[in-house]
């Protein structure tokens, strides 16, 4: 399944903001881009962000 960066911040709990902020740093990037520019992001990278967000809450 594929989510647009609203979707994954809806499933992973982790905020718009934080989830562009990880695009603009090219931490995270989407699996494909769509003409109309929106980013889609795959189940792996769905985890990833869960993952990333619980490491950097602990720093």
């Known amino acids: 399944m594929v989510y647009t960066v609203h979707g994954v911040a809806k499933v992973s709990g982790v905020s718009i903001n934080t989830l562009y902020h990880y ?7 989407p699996e494909r881009v769509a003409e109309n520019g929106y980013g ?12 990333l967000d619980f490491k950097l809450l602990n720093l």
């Open 23 to 29: 695009y603009k740093i090219r931490l995270l990037m």
């Open 40 to 51: 889609y992001y795959g189940d792996i990278n769905k985890l990833y962000i869960s993952a």
